[in-house]
């Protein structure tokens, strides 16, 4: 779909050919919060589009809630409580699991990992680059994600890639690439209590249980044995929420690292300069948030106004769906330079793809960023050129974005 400015935020299409940046722009510049009206029985949403007033809603949880649903589908009060993680919830309760996970993903927590992550990039690379002609993001930005995916859980690396394609059929659930139940295009009904309203989250649920009930073996060491142990020690979580808790992380956990890395490879392809800017190693410390900013694979989460309240000079309604477009905030020149360029010396980077401001600042991101760092230091250092065979093909979706495919020639 051409982007004439004027495209349908709430349409799965509009996205299918990359981000509609030429639309948020003109929203940014004329009508920063826009009523957005759905055409398919949804009761539309407000779409922030400014830097600084996703910052002000983000930064405001009493006002601006997640206790209502984070994605824009509208659902009944039963179909929420069935479905929500502690991402769905606000402060204090969002807190008790927070407190509960936050150790096993941070900063030192995650530096840990470092010679892991560079082995088995290392590895992946080697692999990629015997060929001169693949498929970038399956043989690059897919395995490393999925294989750190495996390391945090404590999950058997046999069942990586079942866990990566259910997780891709719950993110993906508006593409047919990864479903053949596109939510916006056949009756979901029978999966309204399961997350992402699909049937992947059925087998997702399945195999959580396996976990819970002792029959699928897991690492003591892994997330999963610990948020158990500790659960054992005070039933923070019940069976439900520690099986909606398990899908969010094969969910979160792999595509959103994945997209960052297919953004860079299709970045270093439009652009040959780049690859010699990473090999100057004089970028390292700023290369990849950059990059995140220009993916930005979660492009908003949700909002529901407690109360009656204004952003932006707008004025907003209790009760209206609020949307937070992160991957446009990324783009607004009275925050970033020349933010359509890539400037991998970008310092300060102010981006807000992670939800940056907000209590549910993104648990995985120091693993993202770590990932995302490591394999393009692996990457670029045998690597003299790549070139893109064909366009990118997008995912179809206003949730997540990003490269799914992506032919390419490489020079050793
Ligand atoms: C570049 C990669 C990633 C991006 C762009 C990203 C983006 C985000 C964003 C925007 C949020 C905030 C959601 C909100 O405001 O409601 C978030 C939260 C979260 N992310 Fe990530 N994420 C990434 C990687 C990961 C990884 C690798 C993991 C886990 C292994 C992860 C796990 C989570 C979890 C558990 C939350 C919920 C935190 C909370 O509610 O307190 N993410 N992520």
Redesign the pocket.
């Known amino acids: 779909m051409i982007d004439d400015g004027h495209l349908d935020l709430s349409s799965h299409d509009a996205f299918s050919g990359g981000v509609p940046h030429r639309t948020f722009a003109r929203l940014r510049a004329e009508e920063p919060v826009h009523w957005t009206p759905e055409h398919d029985g949804g009761r539309g949403f407000w779409s922030v589009t400014r830097h600084a007033d996703i910052l002000t809603a983000?930064g405001n949880n009493a006002v601006f809630s997640?206790g209502q649903g984070?994605r824009i589908e509208d659902q009944t009060r039963e179909e929420y409580l069935a479905r929500r993680?502690?991402?769905?919830?606000d402060p204090p309760e969002?807190r008790i699991?927070?407190k509960l996970?936050n150790p096993a993903?941070s900063r030192p927590a995650i530096t840990r990992y470092e010679a892991m992550i560079r082995s088995l990039a290392a590895e992946i690379v080697d692999e990629a680059l015997s060929n001169d002609e693949f498929d970038a993001v399956e043989v690059l930005a897919k395995r490393l994600?999925m294989m750190?995916?495996g390391r945090?859980?404590g999950v058997p690396d046999a069942d990586l890639p079942w866990l990566v394609e259910k997780g891709d059929a719950l993110i993906g659930n508006s593409d047919p690439d990864f479903t053949d139940t596109v939510i916006d295009k056949m009756d979901t009904q029978a999966y309204r209590f399961m997350p992402f309203r699909s049937p992947a989250g059925v087998e997702l649920y399945d195999y959580a249980d396996a976990v819970l009930r002792g029959d699928k073996p897991v690492d003591p060491e892994g997330?999963l044995a610990r948020v158990m142990a500790a659960n054992a020690a005070d039933g923070v979580m019940e069976a439900r929420d520690f099986k909606n808790?398990f899908c969010?992380?094969v969910a979160?956990?792999?595509d959103?690292?994945r997209?960052?890395i297919s953004m860079a490879l299709y970045e270093l392809t439009r652009d040959p300069s780049l690859l010699a800017q990473l090999r100057s190693g004089t970028v390292w410390d700023t290369a990849a948030d950059e990059f995140?900013r220009l993916?930005?694979?979660?492009m908003h989460?949700?909002?529901t106004a407690t109360g009656d309240t204004e952003l932006g000079g707008q004025a907003i309604r209790a009760g209206d769906k609020v949307i937070?477009w992160?991957v446009s905030g990324n783009r607004d020149a009275q925050v970033f330079d020349q933010p359509d360029r890539v400037n991998l010396a970008r310092n300060p980077n102010p981006h807000?793809?992670?939800?940056?401001g907000?209590?549910?600042?993104?648990?995985?991101?120091w693993?993202?960023?770590l990932?995302?760092r490591v394999l393009l230091e692996e990457l670029s250092s045998r690597l003299a050129g790549i070139e893109a065979l064909g366009e990118p093909a997008w995912t179809r979706s206003n949730f997540i974005c990003g490269v799914k495919s992506l032919p390419v020639r490489i020079r050793r």
């Open positions: 983000n997640s984070i993680t502690f991402q769905e919830t969002h699991t927070r996970v993903f994600p750190m995916l945090i859980l997330v808790f969010l992380l979160a956990g792999n959103t690292t997209y960052s995140i993916a930005s694979p979660t989460f949700r909002r937070l992160f807000l793809a992670f939800g940056q907000g209590v549910h600042l993104c648990l995985g991101m693993l993202a960023r990932e995302i």
